[in-house]
C-alpha cells in the first residue's frame, strides 16, 4: 500500500509540474514582445528569396530556371560585344599614337613644338599674365637658361612621384634610375591572338641596367565561368609577365646583399659568408607572382599582391598614359580627390538625414522612445 501511495503522489507531481511548465508556456506566449519577436523571425525567414521561390509550384519553378538560362546566353553576347570594344582600343590606339610619339619628343627634347603648338588659353589667363610681368620685371639670363633645359625635366618621373599608387612603391634608390624614364606606351594584342595588352617603359642610357625597354604584359578574359556565369562584369585580369631586366654590375635594386655568421658544430669555428635577398623596389614590377596553372590557389598574401598588380597594370593604361600631362601637373589628381570628397559629402549628409528621421520617429512613437536606449553611438 506503501509504494502504491508513493507512486500516486509521483504521477500526481508530476501532472502539476506539467500544468505549470503548460501555463507559463501560456504566459510567455502572451506576452507581446515575445510574439513581437517570433513574428520578426518569421517575418525575415518569409522575406528570404530563395524560401520565397521555393513556394512557387514546379510550373513557376521551371519558367524561372528558362530565365537563368536566358541571362547565361546574355552573359556570352556580353563577352562578345567587350571583344569588340578591345578591337575598337586597338583601332584608336593607333590614331593617338602619333600624338604621344609627338609628346615623347617634346618631353625628351628631341623636338620644340611651334608657336601655334604651344598656343595655350588658361582658365587663370590673368593671374598667369600677372606672374608673366613679374617674372619679366627679375633680370635673369633667359639665353643662359634655356641652353642648360632640355625637355622637360623628370617629366615620368615625376608623375611617379605625384601618383600615391606609384610613390609607394618607389624607393629611393630607385628614383636615380626612374630619372631615365622617356616615355610609356601601351600596346594591345594583335587581332585573332588573346586578349591582352603590354605596358613598355622606355629607359634612355644608364648606369643600371642595357635594356631599352622593360615590358609588362597583362592577360584578359572575356568569357563567362563556366561554375559561375552569373559572376560576370566584364573583361578581367586573369594573369601577367613581366621581363628580364639585365643589370649591370653591382647595380641590382631589387636585391639586398647581407651577412651573416655560421659557426661550425665540430670545430667551434666562425665563418662570414655573404648572400642576396629580395629587396622592396618598384622594378619588382617586372617580376610578377605567377598564376598556377594547375588550379592551386594562392595564399591570402600572394592575392592582395597580384590584385594589386593588377590594379595598378588597369591604372597606367586607363589613366596615367593618356592622360600623362595633368598627372605630371597634379590636375588628375585634384580631379581624382575633388570627386573623393564629393561622394563622402553626400554620404554624410545622407546619414545626417537618416538620424533626423529616427529622432522624429522617437518622438512620436512612445514605444520607441522607451526601447531606445538613452545614448547610441553610430559605428
Not at 606672374?131 to 622637360?152: F, M, P, Q, S, Y
Not at 649591370?248 to 646583399?257: A, D, E, I, L, Q
Request: charged share 35%; aromatic share 10%; net charge negative.
Amino acid at each position: 500500500m506503501a509504494d502504491n501511495s508513493k507512486t500516486e503522489d509521483t504521477a500526481s507531481d508530476s501532472l502539476e509540474a506539467a500544468k505549470n511548465a503548460t501555463n507559463k508556456k501560456d504566459q510567455v506566449m502572451q506576452n507581446p514582445q515575445v510574439l513581437a519577436a517570433l513574428q520578426e523571425r518569421l517575418d525575415n525567414t518569409s522575406l528570404t528569396p530563395s524560401s520565397y521561390i521555393e513556394t512557387f509550384p514546379k510550373a513557376v519553378i521551371r519558367r524561372i530556371d528558362a530565365l537563368k538560362k536566358l541571362q547565361v546566353k546574355c552573359a556570352h553576347i556580353e563577352a562578345k560585344f567587350y571583344e569588340e570594344v578591345h578591337d575598337l582600343e586597338r583601332k584608336y590606339a593607333a590614331l593617338y599614337q602619333p600624338l604621344f610619339d609627338k609628346r615623347r619628343e617634346f618631353i625628351n627634347g628631341e623636338a620644340e613644338p611651334t608657336d601655334a603648338e604651344a598656343e595655350w588659353h588658361s582658365e587663370n589667363e590673368d593671374e598667369e599674365k600677372l606672374a608673366g610681368d613679374l617674372k619679366n620685371a627679375v633680370v635673369i639670363d633667359e639665353k643662359a637658361e634655356e641652353t642648360n633645359v632640355k625637355g622637360i625635366p623628370d617629366f615620368w618621373f615625376t608623375i611617379f612621384r605625384n601618383v600615391d599608387m606609384l610613390s609607394e612603391l618607389v624607393q629611393e634608390y630607385d628614383e636615380p634610375i626612374l630619372k631615365h624614364l622617356q616615355d610609356i606606351k601601351v600596346k594591345f594584342s594583335e587581332p585573332g591572338q588573346p586578349m591582352s595588352f603590354s605596358l613598355e617603359f622606355h629607359f634612355g642610357p644608364n648606369d643600371y641596367f642595357s635594356n631599352s625597354v622593360l615590358t609588362k604584359t597583362y592577360k584578359m578574359k572575356s568569357e563567362p565561368d563556366k561554375t559561375d556565369p552569373f559572376s560576370f562584369e566584364g573583361p578581367e585580369i586573369v594573369d601577367c609577365e613581366g621581363c628580364t631586366i639585365d643589370w649591370k654590375k653591382g647595380k641590382n635594386v631589387t636585391v639586398k646583399t647581407i651577412k651573416k655568421k655560421q659557426k661550425h658544430k665540430g670545430r667551434g669555428t666562425v665563418r662570414t659568408i655573404t648572400k642576396q635577398v629580395p629587396n622592396d623596389s618598384f622594378f619588382n614590377f617586372f617580376s610578377p607572382i605567377k598564376v598556377s596553372g594547375d588550379g592551386e590557389s594562392l595564399d591570402e598574401d600572394s592575392e592582395f599582391t597580384l590584385a594589386a598588380d593588377f590594379e595598378i597594370g588597369h591604372f597606367f593604361r586607363e589613366r596615367i598614359v593618356p592622360r600623362a600631362v595633368l598627372y605630371f601637373t597634379g590636375e588628375a589628381i585634384e580631379d581624382d580627390d575633388n570627386f573623393e570628397e564629393d561622394e563622402e559629402g553626400e554620404e554624410e549628409e545622407l546619414e545626417g538625414e537618416e538620424e533626423g528621421e529616427e529622432e522624429e520617429d522617437a518622438e512620436t512613437d512612445p514605444k520607441k522612445e522607451s526601447s531606445q536606449p538613452a545614448e547610441c553611438k553610430q559605428q
